[in-house]
């Protein structure tokens, strides 16, 4: 049965993406997966709320889910149908462990008062669950588009930092700790005080931001991905090198869903603090990533690719279906 299907951004970027946009990318890909599978995706990408709200209201769709945290409030107050909502906010897995974000708190509350959440991680849905939310309540990971991205079984024996240059993700403190120590090349968006910076280094060097294609046909030139956010959600980047061939450096606040692997590397704030230990992690991971490359692959397409996720987020949209009819809170 074809489903006409609901899906709602913030008006921030535009979809799909040119560049950096993961929620846009997402929305995006689920838009042609779901529609390669016979199923009518709309989406709705405005600042304006009002103008998203009175169309849903006014129009049929099956399934309505709203990517966009902070439109919990006026779908909650204003929409007259049943919806699903995701929180793709960056702190999610420092938020869960301390609560420490005193604006996320009122975000969260409309987020509790809304029918139904899919989460992006386990730890997020149960937070939930231990916060006493009683709606329908789902755990999907994120999903990349693994054939579009460049498989070389070889890599060139450095890492890469890819990612938006910010405090939360810490590529400042990995440039000044492991220059001289591992070779590491950060690329992404910056804030203008961190190039100077990454300027004259001859181990840790910032080399520019790419752009989506590039990052396709890129990434799988390099042997080992490093991210060691202070929080995340599911970030994307991860499954992108996966998908690319790289074996992984991670904090845990960014290894949401990913598996028990050889060639995956979880560090704890306390190892991520020791430049010796972190440096030694990262060469270790660089050195051996050609031993894994296939299998890095194979993880990728059999685990995050979209078409395995999607035909699981089809299995989720039927049972809210099936729970907003029971319910008497009907979609349509």
Not at 34 to 40: D, I, T
Not at 197 to 220: F, M, P
Request: proline content about 4%; aromatic content about 12%; glycine content about 4%.
């Amino acid at each position: 049965m074809s489903l006409k299907i609901a899906l709602v951004a913030g008006g921030l970027v535009k979809i799909p993406p040119e560049n950096w946009g993961a929620i846009e990318n997402i929305i995006a890909n689920y838009d042609q997966y779901l529609s390669k599978l016979g199923h009518c995706v709309t989406i709705f990408n405005t600042p304006w709320w009002g103008v998203t709200i009175d169309q849903l209201n006014n129009q049929h769709f099956d399934f309505i889910h709203c990517h966009f945290d902070i439109l919990a409030l006026p779908f909650n107050t204003h929409l007259k149908k049943s919806f699903c909502i995701t929180s793709h906010y960056g702190g999610w897995m420092d938020y869960v462990n301390k609560e420490n974000d005193p604006t996320f708190k009122y975000i969260l509350q409309d987020t509790f008062n809304s029918p139904a959440n899919i989460a992006l991680a386990p730890e997020i849905a149960n937070f939930y669950k231990d916060k006493g939310y009683k709606g329908f309540l789902k755990t999907l990971r994120n999903a990349v588009e693994v054939d579009q991205f460049e498989f070389s079984p070889q890599g060139n024996n450095m890492a890469i930092c890819l990612g938006r240059i910010q405090t939360r993700k810490r590529q400042h403190y990995l440039a000044k700790n492991l220059e001289n120590k591992v070779r590491i090349d950060f690329i992404g968006p910056f804030e203008e005080r961190f190039k100077f910076e990454l300027d004259d280094h001859q181990t840790t060097k910032y080399i520019g931001n790419w752009s989506k294609q590039t990052v396709r046909n890129s990434l799988t030139k390099y042997s080992s991905l490093v991210l060691l956010s202070e929080s995340e959600a599911a970030p994307l980047v991860v499954l992108e090198a996966l998908a690319a061939g790289l074996s992984l450096v991670v904090s845990q606040e960014a290894a949401a869903n990913l598996p028990v692997k050889d060639f995956i590397t979880i560090l704890n704030s306390e190892q991520i603090m020791q430049p010796q230990i972190l440096a030694e992690a990262i060469q270790k991971s660089i050195d051996q990533n050609h031993l894994y490359r296939h299998d890095i692959r194979d993880l990728a397409k059999e685990y995050f690719d979209y078409n395995v996720v999607t035909l699981e987020y089809l299995q989720i949209i039927e049972e809210f279906r099936d729970y907003s009819k029971n319910s008497g809170k009907l979609s349509s």
